[in-house]
């Protein structure tokens, strides 16, 4: 046995106007999970604790809590010394019990049709992932758009995926999952981190889905014309100014010995919308001893394209690309785009190796920068985090060039997934909850990797939004000062 | 504290799992029907939990009448014979209603469904969905349940089944928060399920509390076989509070072998034909013997082992189990899991006829709570069978029942609002007293049982429904209610162990030379009722 202090969220709706924590300290066996110590503050402190399980063995959905700001089932997750456990983001009936029930009744149902039909072998082994579900609404709870958008939530739009890949299912269910929302997703990959089952409702419902409203003919006319535009010119965004690879020749030897080789792959925006950081990048490099060869025949990685499932001409794009590196016998390629990085990392099957900027520099290990007078905080890019699992480097990083640096709970800033050109308001208003996080941190200003991000953010907050490319360069100049000064 | 809610349909099912679902999908084709459930609908009952499968007879080299005999066979032959036809006959049909609502069960090149190998049947023809079959077979109902006419009463818990005459109209309900309702119908179904919960290890989700055998009882319904008490082969060991937590059948059907501490096949000691697929209660005293007599692990338990199955056999075939032991801290595919026995399904339940009919007009039981159909011990797969078969045939009986009054008489009420009021003068609290009444049933009347150590358990669970129970506020109401409800079954469970003076199936009486087969038995059924009990004498005593 041992004891453990937990917090648990009391709300009574019918007494309280707001809810309260309380503190408990119980004792528990070894290798309790966080049911067990509810159970024991329910058994011997207070027998008026409300919370639900049923099953004990992760199957039921019944016991999703918050603990220490995450979902997780109470029966599977191993209690700790400390926690905090909250309800579901859900209207609370009382405590840790939510009403998921009206979120339960609204999910599509298949109608089949009435001659029973068996399903082949593939059939099966497609819709089995996107069954799994044990609908406990962990998804519901943390997904960003439904915080500011009408929008029936992840796990209705796996539902509607398993309906419509199903061949006995007689119901339109594409007019159907973009009445309820299909376009408003960013693919921000939180609700696949939540989930007991790890189903990737974004990648094998989402954009499965818009790949089939795309066949349909219902893409949204704004994401038809970034296709268009790729279409035409290998680039998904119009060029405002020289591009990055009209500026750079094609391989950018460093200031000292070569520590190490890397193809770079540059992506759309650092291209041609905003092409100062990725230009800092270089400078980066050639300073800690990298060889950068930019091919410069390079085209689109397909990212907007995939997320809004415009996805015929992908296999051209990525077919270009990968003879881009290949050719030169790359065989480790750098991204500072998270998406383009993302992308390449989980949509392709590339024969080398990906590496996002801050797993590259982590990997060579740099010269210490001079550390910026300044406070700034790190937004994380949902394609970095997520996408390529990417949390620690670019902290590390960031604690290494400014003086102070103040933490920011992750959220998606509303860029992603096609949902900034095609759902601007939705996006806006995202960014907004984005921008008052920034404020709420007093940081003087906002780091972070992916472009997309960096615009976006830009638009919502007055503090500057800088990449870290930038922020190293501008620690190394301040460094080269300070020695020229001695 | 008055009723709070009144209202009345033509079938009232009381159980949301798997055969409640059914019995709702079927009833309402009659009539308006409400279905309550003391969880969130599917979420509360076993089947939601059940992994290894559903057995039916679909190919040309299977037969009914084979799947019948490995039934009987597993059942020691104290199956009611009818019923356990009326099962193996329409397992396949149900399927194929499971099919036609949009079930995704693994299938085969040709389109077939995928069958496995379970303990005690001649052909594998257990059909599964992974290792969460019974999550594929509610995820279905639930599809159908939201689509169709039904009305869901989540989180209502049936208190009491209110009679007019002998005949059960209805019920008294409560909600989450203690307030009361009652509920008046032409016929009622009761599908709570299982009582594992009355033993300190179990498979049971904490709604496996027996009610529907309580509520049944007290209205004077007969219940047969109470004493069988199937404990699963293999439940978790550890860590302590996951203790009993089921490990499939399938993992045995995959080829998951069984080891003592001295690394010893020990089935083969046991059953040489079968090894670890012979039937769970033949595997699970297998086991207990292991471990009573110091060939088991420290913790008292032995080895099941799959790691020489390639990896990826384990990660598509048992991808529960995989997931459920790596959140423990042990990779399967790797270490070999640490298992013991663990109270998984009652045999016994109510009395019903092949239409689901109790002893009592009116009302009807389906799944688990009803008994019969499996005898002195279940195979692996013909439970969820059960509830699709018999939740269909309860939901279909009790549609075609005539229209009554639909009135609820309100003494009736009032003596539940007495019993309730009551708690407010008790002593012991219902955690404590339900922690002491597992842990007497564990121990007293486990896999192995003697007359002395049941009539001293006996005693124990008369000394603990003697001590009035502690309850103000609506949640400790509903558990001190719960708790009396489990006192009661377990006094079933006692009262039948000790009348059947024979080991037959899953009940081992250690202290009784048995003279006959199973086949042979001259006893039948024992039987409870507020007005009877005894046990069926169907032969001459040898």
Redesign the interface.
């Known amino acids: 046995m041992k004891e453990i202090t937990l917090t648990i969220q009391r709300f009574d709706p019918a007494k309280d106007e707001t809810p309260h924590q309380e503190t408990y300290t119980v004792s528990?066996?070894?290798?309790?999970?966080v049911l067990?110590a509810l159970d024991e503050v329910?058994?011997s402190l207070d027998?008026?604790l409300?919370y639900?399980?049923?099953?004990?063995?992760?199957?039921?959905?019944?016991c999703a809590v918050r603990v220490n700001g995450n979902p997780a089932l109470a029966c599977?997750q191993e209690a700790t010394d400390g926690m905090i456990v909250l309800p579901l983001e859900l209207p609370v009936i009382r405590d840790l019990?939510t009403d998921?029930?009206p979120v339960?009744?609204r999910?599509a149902?298949?109608?089949?049709s009435?001659s029973?039909?068996?399903?082949?072998?593939e059939?099966?082994e497609l819709?089995?992932p996107l069954?799994?579900?044990?609908?406990c609404l962990s998804c519901v709870s943390v997904c960003p758009a439904l915080k500011v958008v009408d929008f029936a939530g992840p796990t209705a739009m796996r539902q509607q995926m398993r309906c419509a890949l199903?061949p006995?299912?007689s119901e339109d269910r594409i007019t159907e999952a973009i009445e309820r929302g299909l376009f408003a997703c960013t693919t921000c990959h939180r609700c696949v981190e939540v989930c007991p089952?790890k189903i990737k409702i974004p990648g094998k419902a989402i954009e499965k889905l818009r790949e089939r409203a795309n066949r349909a003919g219902l893409t949204l006319p704004r994401h038809q014309a970034v296709a268009e535009l790729v279409e035409r010119t290998g680039r998904s965004v119009e060029r405002t100014e020289a591009t990055f690879l009209e500026q750079v020749p094609e391989v950018i030897e460093p200031d000292g010995p070569v520590k190490m080789t890397i193809g770079f792959f540059v992506g759309c925006m650092f291209n041609g919308r905003v092409p100062q950081p990725a230009l800092d990048a270089m400078e980066v490099m050639k300073r800690n001893g990298i060889r950068v060869i930019i091919p410069h025949e390079q085209v689109c990685c397909g990212s907007p394209l995939i997320r809004t499932g415009q996805t015929t001409i992908l296999p051209d794009l990525k077919k270009k690309n990968i003879e881009a590196f290949t050719s030169r016998g790359i065989d480790t390629v750098m991204t500072m785009c998270a998406g383009c990085g993302a992308t390449l990392k989980n949509d392709y099957d590339t024969p080398f190796t990906v590496m996002d900027i801050t797993e590259v520099l982590e990997k060579v290990g740099i010269e210490p920068p001079a550390k910026l007078p300044i406070s700034a905080t790190y937004h994380d890019p949902c394609h970095l985090l997520r996408g390529q699992g990417i949390s620690e480097p670019p902290r590390h990083f960031l604690s290494m060039v400014v003086e102070n640096y103040i933490p920011m709970p992750t959220q998606c800033c509303g860029a992603g997934g096609g949902v900034r050109s095609g759902q601007p308001e939705e996006a806006a208003a995202l960014g907004k909850l984005r921008g008052e996080a920034i404020a709420a941190t007093g940081a003087d200003i906002v780091v972070t990797i992916c472009p997309f991000c960096e615009f976006h953010i830009q638009e919502q907050t007055d503090k500057p939004v800088k990449n870290l490319a930038t922020l190293l360069l501008e620690g190394y100049r301040k460094k080269d000062q300070e020695e020229k000064g001695n | 504290m008055g009723v709070i809610t009144t209202e009345d349909c033509h079938v009232l099912v009381i159980g949301s799992g798997g055969a409640g679902i059914r019995a709702a999908l079927e009833a309402a084709q009659y009539g308006e029907t409400i279905l309550i459930g003391k969880t969130i609908a599917g979420k509360g009952g076993c089947t939601v939990m059940a992994e290894g499968g559903y057995n039916a007879v679909l190919r040309e080299a299977d037969t009914i009448t084979g799947h019948l005999e490995d039934t009987l066979k597993g059942g020691a032959y104290l199956n009611d014979r009818t019923l356990a036809e009326v099962l193996v006959n329409e397992a396949p049909d149900r399927m194929a209603d499971l099919i036609r609502m949009g079930a995704v069960f693994d299938a085969e090149e040709s389109c077939m469904i995928a069958q496995r190998p379970f303990g005690g049947q001649r052909f594998p023809r257990t059909c599964y969905a992974g290792d969460r079959t019974g999550h594929e077979i509610v995820m279905t109902l639930l599809e159908r349940l939201r689509a169709s006419d039904v009305i869901i009463r989540n989180e209502i818990t049936a208190l009491e089944l209110a009679t007019d005459e002998s005949r059960v109209c209805g019920a008294i309900t409560s909600t989450r928060d203690g307030g009361i309702g009652a509920i008046a119908a032409d016929a009622v179904v009761l599908a709570t399920g299982g009582a594992g919960q009355i033993y300190d290890i179990t498979t049971n989700s904490t709604a496996g509390t027996g009610d529907g055998y309580a509520l049944g009882f007290r209205a004077g319904a007969e219940l047969i076989d109470m004493e069988m008490v199937q404990f699963h082969p293999t439940g978790a060991v550890h860590p302590y509070d996951a203790r009993g937590r089921l490990i499939t059948e399938a993992v045995r059907g995959e080829g998951g072998i069984l080891k003592n501490v001295q690394g010893e096949r020990f089935m083969s000691r046991y059953d040489s034909q079968r090894m670890e697929l012979s039937t769970r209660d033949v595997v699970a005293r297998s086991i207990a013997t292991e471990v009573l007599e110091g060939r088991g692990t420290e913790k008292g338990g032995v080895w099941l082992d799959v790691t020489h199955l390639p990896p990826e056999e384990i990660e598509a075939r048992l991808p529960s189990m995989l997931e459920q032991y790596l959140a423990f801290g042990v990779d399967i595919r790797k270490e070999a899991m640490e298992v013991a026995p663990t109270a998984h399904h009652m045999m016994g339940g109510l009395r019903i006829t092949p239409s689901c009919e109790t002893t009592v007009p009116g009302l009807f039981a389906c799944g688990e709570v009803a008994g019969g159909v499996h005898g002195a011990n279940r195979l692996g797969g013909n439970a969820l069978a059960e509830t699709q078969v018999f939740g269909r045939r309860a939901g279909e009986a009790a549609g075609r029942s005539k229209e009554e009054k639909r009135e609820i008489d309100p003494t009736q009420i009032e003596a539940v609002e007495q019993r309730i009021a009551a708690f407010g003068a008790g002593e012991m609290k219902p955690s404590d007293c339900v922690a002491r009444m597992k842990r007497a049933m564990w121990d007293g009347a486990g896999i192995y049982r003697t007359a002395a150590a049941l009539t001293t358990t006996r005693e124990a669970i008369l000394d603990l429904a003697a001590s009035p129970l502690a309850a103000s506020s609506g949640p400790e109401i509903l558990d001190a209610w719960t708790a009396q409800n489990m006192l009661l079954v377990a006094g079933m469970i006692l009262d039948g162990a000790l009348m059947r003076q024979e080991s037959r199936g899953a009940h081992v009486r250690s202290d009784c030379a048995v003279r006959w087969g199973v086949e042979d038995s001259p006893y039948g059924h024992t039987r409870i009722s507020p007005s009877y009990r005894g046990i069926e004498l169907i032969g001459r005593i040898a």
Request: charged fraction near 35%.
């Open positions: 528990v066996n070894e290798g309790a999970r067990d329910r058994r027998p008026s409300m639900r399980s049923c099953c004990r063995a992760g199957q039921c959905g019944s599977m019990a998921i029930a339960l009744e999910l149902t298949i109608l089949p009435d029973p039909q068996s399903l082949s072998k059939e099966v819709i089995k069954r799994e579900c044990i609908e199903d006995r299912d089952k």
